[in-house]
């Protein structure tokens, strides 16, 4: 037990699950709904990418595609608690990110008619080596009213640290049942660095490709590969092969140099691009503060040179973000080091993002349902629109 732990129960580390009516079930079986990741039957685990592609891209990419960032279990229970048993065989353990944030999961919780709430962390042992279990009991919380309503519950997987198995906790003949399907079912998939795997977040919940998630009710898959997202033309072939609702790539930080940059940005734009005539895609330049990049100027340029013949050629569904400016109207408040954002810096992120991808999405949402109607439902539907003030 730490020093903090003896005077400060809040700090305290629990281990064991006091629950004598406690039941587990397998997160592979249904009703249990998995996005953003995998599971490998052939070795295992849970993964964000096919093992086989991530090699050929490189040995970075190859280790971290193991890594769990945005991956997400869904179901609704009207149980009081929820508790997790995981299974792990890899922990990022790092000065500058919280283990919450590395190796935690998240629990988020949404009634009818109301919107996701965060009912808290399932939070790992400092001396864990080989996965943990815990409990939340959020009723005994008020995090939501005392009543026995169903909830549909999220947990999100760990950023920075591999799971091989998973099984959750409920209590004795609560029920349970499947997730409604996401508003936005095909996946906002993320390309990009570190930060876009969510460095350095609190909690998985946090990073902004999550935000981004509850906020538009979208599914994600979150590619980010620290260190080691550089645009390869392997990489470019995989990601124009997803479905997907939009598009949107930074992986600024992780080129080694301008030049590098200039030889590979606009190659994976029209890999996708090729793909995907009409999807929006949006392209973003690194957030970090002016003093960890030499050349910021020259790689701000290159990014909007692709922008700009995008835009030239005609295409109307390309979009530009300047990530340098972002924590610079917050006086440089939004990164732990200068570098990886803190939860105030992806919460300036999410923000950013939303103004640009919320529009997109939700007009392409109400296209493809209208599309399925005919000339006659359509007019119908107009002619309710128009009236809804006349009373």
Request: charged share 25%; net charge negative.
């Amino acid at each position: 037990m730490s020093e903090i732990q003896k005077y400060d129960e809040n700090f305290r580390e629990s281990s064991k699950i006091n629950k004598p009516d406690l039941r587990f079930y397998d997160a592979l079986q249904p009703p249990f709904s998995l996005h953003g990741v995998y599971y490998d039957e052939a070795d295992g685990r849970f993964r964000r990418m096919p093992g086989e592609i991530a090699e050929r891209v490189s040995p970075g990419v190859a280790h971290l595609h193991r890594n769990t960032a945005g991956g997400r279990l869904r179901f609704c229970s009207n149980g009081r608690y929820v508790a997790i048993r995981a299974e792990m065989d890899h922990i990022d353990r790092m000065a500058h990110f919280p283990l919450t944030g590395s190796a935690g999961f998240d629990l988020y919780g949404k009634r009818e008619g109301s919107e996701e709430e965060y009912l808290g962390t399932f939070v790992p042992p400092l001396d864990m080596t080989d996965g943990y279990e815990e409990c939340i009991a959020f009723w005994s919380r008020n995090s939501l009213p005392r009543t026995r309503d169903m909830v549909e519950f999220t947990l999100h997987f760990p950023l920075y640290s591999c799971v091989k198995r998973l099984w959750i906790g409920l209590p004795e003949g609560a029920e349970l049942l499947s997730a409604a399907p996401y508003r936005i079912e095909h996946p906002v998939v993320y390309y990009g660095s570190s930060i876009t795997q969510g460095g350095c977040a609190s909690h998985p919940g946090a990073a902004y490709p999550a935000i981004l998630s509850r906020r538009l009710g979208c599914d994600h898959i979150n590619l980010g590969f620290s260190g080691s997202a550089k645009g390869e033309e392997e990489m470019g072939h995989y990601l124009a092969g997803l479905q997907m609702s939009a598009f949107v790539y930074d992986y600024d930080h992780n080129a080694p140099t301008a030049e590098h940059l200039r030889l590979t940005h606009e190659r994976l734009f029209l890999q996708v691009r090729e793909k995907h005539p009409s999807l929006p895609i949006l392209m973003m330049t690194a957030v970090s503060l002016p003093r960890c990049f030499d050349d910021r100027a020259a790689r701000k340029e290159i990014i909007l040179d692709t922008y700009r013949r995008a835009v030239a050629r005609g295409d109307r569904n390309v979009y530009f973000l300047d990530g340098g400016e972002l924590f610079a109207r917050y006086g440089n408040e939004g990164t732990v080091e200068g570098c990886h954002p803190n939860d105030l810096g992806f919460f300036i992120m999410a923000n950013a993002v939303e103004k640009i991808l919320f529009l997109k999405l939700f007009f392409k949402q109400i296209y493809n349902r209208f599309a399925k109607f005919s000339g006659y439902e359509l007019l119908c539907f107009s002619f309710n629109i128009l009236t809804l003030g006349d009373g």
